[in-house]
């Protein structure tokens, strides 16, 4: 299965393509926002392609051309606006749904936030960021793709442990970023995420077989 990976130079995004790269099952391609992000890619010999989600739905559908998943691992980062928030969290998520669509791609892993299918559970602080995850998410459950919304809790620059746990509602915990993206890979591995969506923190189950069991 060949994989575009949007958001593919964030933190989640480069070790989810690194692990794609070093699959056996799949090729990737890295979609970038940035022509001065490609040779960091391309030196591990990895396909990129350059796309704006605040550009058109063609424009990301044509970028997603040859690919049969999409994960969109992308964000605005804490560092931005709200503005930014609506257009990549929001209106970027949505945008992509609508090219996979357009492109005839069936597979769509999206990465949300812990509990952002709950509003009573979000927090204060950053609502405007649930707000955003919460109606891509739902513009992906109420589209004609195979998905897998994965909402991860805090996310931690640390090493992976390789263990977690899934379910529909875990109202706390964390995660590192390295075990988000092995989640992602055995997500694509398991025919049995089509059309789940769950929280994902960190845990006492070996991820294969934490995803098996969903």
């Known amino acids: ?45 990895v ?72 509003r009573e559970n979000w927090s204060d602080a950053i609502k405007p960021y649930y707000v955003a995850k919460h109606y891509a998410d739902r513009a992906l459950l109420q589209s004609s793709l195979n998905y897998t919304i994965i909402r991860p809790g805090g996310l931690l620059n640390e090493p992976g442990t390789g263990k977690i746990e899934v379910a529909e509602n875990l109202k706390t915990g964390s995660i590192p970023r390295v075990d988000v993206a092995k989640t992602i890979l055995a997500c694509l591995n398991a025919k049995n995420t089509f059309k789940k969506s769950f929280d994902l923190i960190s845990g006492e189950n070996d991820i294969v077989d934490a995803i098996k069991s969903i």
Request: aromatic share 2%; glycine share 10%; hydrophobic share 45%.
């Open 47 to 118: 396909e990129t392609i350059i796309a704006s989600l605040e550009g058109s739905v063609e424009d990301i559908a044509s970028a997603a051309k040859g690919c049969d998943a999409i994960v969109f691992a992308a964000g605005s980062g804490g560092h931005t606006g709200l503005d930014k928030t609506l257009l990549v969290d929001l209106d970027g998520a949505v945008k992509t749904v609508e090219a996979a669509e357009q492109a005839g791609i069936d597979r769509f892993i999206m990465v949300s936030a812990l509990q952002a299918h709950k």
């Open 1 to 45: 299965m060949k994989v575009l990976v949007v958001g593919a130079n964030g933190q989640i995004g480069k070790q989810l393509v690194d692990l794609l790269k070093e699959s056996s099952e799949h090729d990737v391609k890295a979609m970038l926002r940035k022509p001065e992000q490609t040779p960091e890619f391309e030196e591990k010999g």
